[in-house]
């Protein structure tokens, strides 16, 4: 579970994206982002997904 949390840390953090932004998208605290990444709090394979979805669309707007 800490191994998906830490790609998608490393993903969001490479296109320069912030917790809040990928909160936002997804209807989620930022706090849920958060202990995802963290290894806390697992996620569902479509969340992981979606979340790898967001992170390059919003990196492409930046």
Do not use: P, W
């Amino acid at each position: 579970m800490i191994q998906y949390g830490e790609k998608l840390r490393k993903k969001r953090l490479e296109a320069h994206l912030t917790q809040y932004e990928i909160a936002a998208e997804l209807d989620f605290d930022r706090s849920k982002v958060s202990k995802i990444e963290n290894g806390k709090q697992a996620c569902r394979v479509d969340e992981y997904f979606q979340i790898l979805d967001i992170i390059e669309n919003l990196s492409k707007k930046n």
